[in-house]
């Protein structure tokens, strides 16, 4: 954690968390915080402890040890937080109608019936089920029923959004739709505490993250400093001629006319480029990189088969 | 516990149910059974009327012979007999088809039977012989006796008014068993009728995966309270439903239907037998109300709860296999046993508080114990559906369910480090 995170008190408080289920220790000691209005990446393979995480700081599961607060107390529904939470396992009243469903849920969140019922029809308008309003949840196609639960879940305008998979059954063009109205909800105020396996997602929407593996955090910051700690920025470089030897750079790829430099740590991309120009080598094309998130993902977690307890 | 909450879930569990064809269709097939019941006994009772009347009334050429020395031949005659003094002959002119029936006489039909032959005019008209038979025996009998005082006595037609004390004062009798019993009745309906929605009311959650979407939305207990206070309002639907058509029947169909002329000014509402009765009904309730959705927390399927409701739905009818004993010796001691074991001691205390064998104590002690451990069911339940819910595919542990205690407050709410 940065020096200067005790400054604002952030949303989201996790300390020393630990649960165990039997002998199992699913969460050894993780710590982390979620500040006002970032979106934050939580990442892991399955059963790695994610939504034992999530479940555990909204109050269904008890925590084995450890602080989880969301503003500064433990999350309780009748506190009245406005909370907007997708959860993994996720399902409807099935054989209500869709909008009986949304308002009810509207209710719950504190909206009048009348208000419920309008942001209900706003909303299907929005995401082309205005037709399905008194169609029962289970005549609807997967993809349908999950713009449904989106839609439950943003009611309201909740300050915090838990989404565990968000993704999850949606097709490419829904899941567009999808992202646009995660980004609307960050744009209105909302923190959002984002659980996918979806990195180029993490990489366009989130501030920061979390790599959860063996219930520890095994790296946690901004997108770029969980990027800069697995690896530096990468050189691509095309060019002509031999590369002359230099304490500035490494060469970890080299092919033809071909080669992937790292930076050596203090050097910057330009002092590079000007050596190689100094040196009389002809550059076609230099391209800096970051190690993407996937890449990150697969070195971390390439060698781990499911856990049990997520 | 959110009032808001509470009414929209009373609200949504109680008009999702109302406003389901299948609801209405399964309520009112009971009273549809019903007036169907009651058409067929009206047309019944209006059938075999006309068809006595028919047979009482109806003219046969017979002939008889009489030991008893009690039919005349003028009453034989208004029946259309004739006397005959050789029986082989009468009975082979039946045979022959020559006369309709020959009656015998014995000389004692008080133990010797009535001997009557008849041709065959088919099940039913064959009834017609031994009608005439009787009515003209009952005929020759009340002419010999010729009183209709006499007559009347002799037929049993005579009223009867009782007067019991006790305690000095004058005891209400059956008057006053019958308002007491109504409470046991209303729970049996409520419990039979509800029982299964009880079992299923947590267990729609749990199979649609809504469970974390509600908890993370209000308070459990309201949602647990929400449901049951719906289910109270749907079996009272229910009630009101099933109990129309016998209202109406018994004010404007009692003649028809023969059912006895109840004066309910007669009945005697004590108010100590109505008042723990309402509160045995009430503590009853919900004790099964909140055992029955606590088996709903923890099992899986509604496939799987059936299990645990059969067994339940059995206690409470086990205490009428010893009704009598509970009449005549309330302090035998199974009679005891089932009045304190929680799942008995509904039916059995509510048949013992209409019958004035519930004493003040007694009372005290299973309306205690049924409150109390009603309260303590609803709150496992709660805390079942909220660690159990989540357990979507698989039988919650109780032990696991049980012993997830709650870190100190203390510690939850300690202000962090940031």
């Known amino acids: ?310 | 516990m959110s009032q808001h909450n509470l009414k929209t879930v009373v609200g949504f569990e109680f008009l999702r149910t109302v406003t389901k064809k299948r609801f209405w269709l399964a309520t009112l097939a009971i009273p549809v059974a019903v007036v169907i019941a009651f058409a067929l006994i009206v047309i019944s009772n209006e059938t075999t009327s006309t068809t006595a009347s028919n047979q009482k009334n109806a003219q046969l050429t017979f002939t008889f012979s009489d030991d008893s020395g009690l039919v005349t031949d003028a009453v034989a005659t208004v029946f259309g007999g004739t006397r005959t003094t050789d029986p082989e002959r009468a009975i082979a002119d039946v045979k022959s088809g020559a006369a309709d029936a020959y009656f015998a006489y014995p000389a004692n039909p008080a133990t010797q039977p009535v001997r009557v032959y008849g041709t065959d005019r088919g099940i039913f008209e064959n009834g017609t012989y031994d009608a005439v038979a009787r009515a003209v025996l009952v005929a020759g009998a009340q002419k010999k006796i010729d009183s209709p005082q006499l007559t009347a006595v002799a037929a049993g037609n005579v009223t009867v008014t009782s007067q019991s004390y006790k305690d000095g004062k004058v005891s209400g009798g059956i008057n006053a068993v019958i308002p007491p019993m109504l409470f046991l009745l209303i729970f049996y309906v409520a419990i039979i009728m509800l029982g299964n929605q009880m079992l299923s009311s947590t267990l729609e959650e749990k199979e649609n995966r809504v469970t974390e979407m509600i908890l993370t939305t209000m308070n459990p207990t309201t949602l647990i309270v929400g449901k049951v206070i719906s289910l109270f309002l749907v079996g009272l639907v229910q009630m009101l439903t099933f109990a129309l058509p016998v209202i109406v029947g018994y004010l404007f169909f009692r003649s028809n239907l023969n059912l006895p002329d109840v004066d309910l000014s007669h009945l005697t509402l004590e108010p100590g037998p109505m008042i723990v009765g309402t509160l045995l009904l009430l503590g009853g309730f919900i004790l099964f109300t909140g055992t029955l959705v606590a088996i709903g927390a923890v099992v899986p399927t509604v496939k799987e709860a059936g299990v645990f409701f059969a067994p339940l739905m059995l206690v409470i009818f086990i205490p009428f296999y010893i009704v009598s004993l509970i009449v005549s010796d309330p302090h035998a001691l199974i009679v005891q046993v089932f009045t304190y074991f929680p799942y008995s001691a509904p039916v059995t205390a509510m048949l013992r508080n209409s019958f004035g064998s519930l004493s003040p104590t007694e009372s005290a002690v299973v309306i205690a114990e049924l409150f109390i451990l009603g309260f303590a069911a609803l709150r496992l339940a709660v805390r079942l559906f909220r660690y159990g819910s989540i357990s979507y595919s698989k039988k919650l542990s109780l032990r696991d369910a049980l012993t997830r205690r709650r870190a100190p407050r203390a510690v939850r709410d300690a202000p962090h480090d940031g």
């Open chain 1, 1 to 310: 954690m940065n020096q200067g995170d005790a400054v604002e008190e952030p949303l989201v408080h996790i300390d020393g968390f630990r649960m165990d289920f039997g002998d199992q220790s699913v969460i050894r000691d993780l710590s982390f915080d979620v500040r006002e209005g970032e979106t934050f990446g939580f990442l892991g393979s399955n059963g790695c402890g994610k939504t034992t995480t999530l479940r555990a700081l909204l109050g269904i599961y008890q925590p084995t040890a450890g602080t989880l607060h969301i503003r500064g107390k433990v999350f309780e529904p009748r506190d009245g937080a406005r909370l907007g939470y997708l959860p993994e396992e996720r399902g409807l009243y099935k054989k209500e109608s869709v909008l009986d469903v949304m308002v009810y849920f509207g209710r719950l969140k504190g909206l009048s019936r009348p208000d419920a019922t309008a942001w209900s029809r706003t909303y299907l308008d929005r995401v082309a089920l205005a037709d399905k309003a008194a169609t029962r949840l289970d005549k609807l196609s997967g993809g349908q029923q999950q713009k449904i639960q989106l839609g439950v879940t943003i009611m309201n305008d909740p300050e915090l959004l838990i989404l565990d998979e968000p993704t999850q059954g949606f097709d490419p063009v829904n899941r567009r739709l999808l992202m646009d109205i995660i980004e609307e909800q960050k744009r209105a105020g909302a923190t959002v505490i984002m659980v996918t396996h979806q990195m180029d997602e993490v990489e366009r929407l989130c501030d920061r993250v979390i790599l959860l593996k063996d219930g520890v955090a095994e790296a946690y910051g901004t997108v770029e400093d969980v990027q800069n700690s697995y690896g530096g920025p990468v050189i691509r470089l095309q060019h002509s001629g031999p590369l002359p030897a230099s304490d500035l750079y490494d060469v970890t790829a080299a092919q033809h006319d071909y080669t992937e430099l790292t930076p050596r740590a203090g050097t910057d991309e330009a002092d590079i480029l000007r050596d190689l120009v100094g040196h009389g080598v002809l550059v076609r094309s230099f391209t800096t990189a970051r190690t993407s998130l996937e890449e990150i993902f697969l070195r971390v977690y390439g060698d781990q088969s499911e856990q049990v307890g997520a």
